[in-house]
């Protein structure tokens, strides 16, 4: 017997006022005494238990989107505003708060532009597919006419013409084909014995092969397919038995451990380096270690950490160089602002950097000196809990932010230098952050918020951190959030949710290198692999000037490196 689907109830939001409005009109006779009073504990518990989820960090609200996922925390989205068309470019002019003629709670003005009517949809470029330039490293293979030759005649009727080839617009075909990640090759080395003295004498491989079974690239391939991509090593193992090519994961570990000891001197520059930035992300993550020993553990833990500290963390660290980001990752009992200490204790420059993290005591990076700047994002964040309690309020707030964010957009786009970016910030968006601070103020002052609740928490948040979430609006080059170090550490939460930990604390260590050196290469846009095997095939060089294979320099010192080789080479033997 089939059971008809119900369908859900339909879900609405009434205010709580309404509620016992509703409560007070049932005193007229309506409803018997004893059930009014059953229906106003009922509406004054409901209250109550609102009340107490909004004053904790873990609203309902943010328990449906764990649970169930949040499509978007876009303004829009949060505050149920109907679309009206695209964003407007991003050089458009934006009014400042005191001139877009419309206020929020209070008589603060919003900011928002979204009644522009110079917006237009803009038309998405490109067709989706990828060319033959997208694809650098595919052999070019050249392909003659099979009936026809530079300097014959036309094979037209009635042409006299001659043909002639064109070299600079080839006809392209790509052909793309599977093959496995790592690939075997068998060579089979002659032997000859003497038929007297039975010596055996076998052929020499040919030049390049080697002697080992795993050269470079087969374990740069595995520290990519696992450190870059999160596959773990048993998921590789499968894939390649299904190629007809055994590769057990006891031995993928065994050949990126002993890589990772080639890579060791680029990994330590790259700290080195990152001490020297000017602006540095920080944040961490949970990770797990399965076989962690009280006696690993506190060698591990940071001096002045307590003995009885049992967390495990994945803390990774953005450095804004003079030569472009550089990503570093640490797994252990030490919090971010401890990762942070252990690469400013390196630090040579006088200038204390710009620091950006969330909130959190735990990113401070102990005695060192920072200009320490909050992430806007995430005081944001605490508004989108609460807007289904204080829809107005949020709408203000967010509509306000949104503005900022755009403006950062704006000087993105343009590509403006620290000192114009900040006087851009200077005049639209400090106008717009001062409203905000005023309409918090008022919240408090006039006793309409609670200063207990979701929304007064949120505020409280916003008041307590604010000289760190306006540095963006004093200090040329302060970044208004901390999604650089968020992205980043995706690789480590991407590891966690399919590996599930590390198994001992040496392997988290070359996990954190691996990544380190894969990320930084892709934040410089560069191939991981090809940066991968450079290295290993160059260890002695690298290991004598590692500051000349970092990933924004490798291919000259390749190229010396090459040069240098092909004239030894060619000199006549002594």
Known sequence: MSRRRQKPPRRIQIPIQELNAIVERTRDGALPEAEQATLKAAVDTLARVTAELESTQTTLARVQRIVFGSPSERTAAVIGE???????????????????GETGPGGAPTGTADTDPRREKKKRSGHGRNGAEDYPRAPRIAVAHARLKHGDRCPEPGCEGRLYVQRRAPAL??????????????????????????????????????????????????????????????????????????????????????????LTPAFAELAEQAAEGTVLYNDDTTMRILNFTQEARTEALPPGARADRTGVFTSGLV??????????????????GEHLAEVLD??????????????????????HPTQAASCLPHARRKYVDVANAFPDEVAFVLKTLREVFRTDQQARRKGLSPPDRLLLHQEESAPRMQALEDWMARQFAEHTVEPHSGLGQAISYMQNHWQKLT????????????????????????????????????????????????????????????????????????????????????????????????????????
């Not at 109907?82 to 877009?100: F, H, I, L």
């Not at 093959?179 to 038929?195: F, H, I, M, N, T």
């Not at 390196?346 to 959190?360: F, H, N, T, V, Y």
């Not at 692999?529 to 000259?556: C, G, I, K």
């Open 82 to 100: 109907e679309k009206t068309g695209e964003r407007p470019p991003a050089d458009a002019p934006t009014s400042p708060p005191a001139a877009a």
């Open 173 to 262: 075909l790509v052909r793309v084909t599977g093959v496995a990640p790592l690939a075997a090759q068998v060579y089979e080395l002659e032997r000859l014995r003497c038929g007297l003295c039975g010596t055996v004498f076998t052929a020499e491989p040919p030049a390049g092969v080697g002697e080992a079974k795993y050269d470079e690239t087969a374990a740069a391939m595995i520290a990519l397919l696992k450190y870059g991509c999160g596959l773990p090593f048993h998921r590789i193992q499968r894939l390649e038995k299904a190629l007809a090519i055994p590769l057990p994961a006891a031995t993928q570990w065994e050949v990126v451990q002993q890589a990772a000891a080639r």
């Open 319 to 336: 450095a804004e160089t003079a030569h472009g980001p550089i990503a570093l990752f640490k797994t252990g009992p030490c919090h971010a």
């Open 346 to 367: 390196r630090r040579e420059a006088p200038d204390p950097p710009i620091q950006m993290s969330d909130g959190l005591s735990r990113n401070k990076p102990g005695d």
């Open 471 to 574: 540095l963006f609006l004093r200090v040329p080059g302060a970044p208004i959030d901390n999604n650089i170090c968020e992205r980043i550490l995706k690789k480590a939460i991407l590891h966690r949710k399919n590996a599930l930990f590390y198994r001992t604390l040496n392997g988290a260590r070359v996990g954190d290198l691996f990544m380190s050196l894969i990320h930084t290469a892709e934040l410089h846009q560069i191939e991981p692999f090809d940066y991968l095997v450079t290295l290993q095939r160059h260890v002695a060089t690298v290991a004598l000037d590692p500051s000349a294979w970092m990933p924004w320099n490798y291919t000259e010192a390749l190229a010396r490196a090459e040069a240098a080789a092909a004239n030894e080479a060619e000199a006549p033997p002594d």
